[in-house]
């Protein structure tokens, strides 16, 4: 693990990852299976998806619910209390994005990824 030496360290650590703040942000409005988050984070394989799961379980930041009397095994994903928290970061991170697209002239590829921004 990297050396902390701020508060401003530890978000960067936990969040860090390519994927990691999309799923937590597209988490805090509903829960989601792993193939709905594999099509909103186009281009991440399923191996490194559930990598960032897993860590973003251990950080405290997701939970993972297994239903095994269903077949076949369904899986779902929340945002946990504290994973919350992080919400108004994520939404000025994706605004920021946004006002730099639009500062530059160019189109976002994937627009759905911030759209829970603009209902907050």
């Not at 209390?81 to 639009?102: F, Q």
């Not at 921004?117 to 907050?120: A, E, V």
């Given at each position: 693990?990297?050396?902390?030496?701020?508060?401003?360290?530890?978000?960067?650590?936990?969040?860090?990852?390519?994927?990691?703040?999309?799923?937590?942000?597209?988490?805090?409005?509903?829960?989601?299976?792993?193939?709905?988050?594999?099509?909103?984070?186009?281009?991440?394989?399923?191996?490194?998806?559930?990598?960032?799961?897993k860590q973003m379980q251990q950080d405290g930041l997701v939970n993972r619910a297994v239903?095994?009397?269903?077949?076949?095994?369904?899986?779902?994903?929340?945002?946990?209390?504290?994973?919350?928290?992080?919400?108004?970061?994520?939404?000025?991170?994706?605004?920021?994005?946004?006002?730099?697209?639009?500062?530059e002239g160019i189109t976002a590829g994937n627009n759905t990824i911030c759209e829970h921004?603009?209902?907050?």
């Open positions: 693990m990297n050396k902390i030496n701020t508060g401003f360290d530890v978000v960067q650590n936990i969040i860090s990852g390519k994927w990691k703040s999309i799923i937590l942000y597209q988490l805090g409005y509903e829960q989601k299976r792993t193939k709905d988050l594999l099509k909103i984070c186009e281009g991440v394989s399923h191996k490194v998806l559930n990598e960032q799961l239903y095994a009397d269903e077949v076949p095994i369904r899986v779902e994903y929340s945002i946990s209390d504290y994973g919350r928290t992080l919400l108004p970061l994520l939404k000025e991170m994706c605004d920021a994005g946004d006002n730099h697209l639009k500062r921004s603009k209902s907050l």
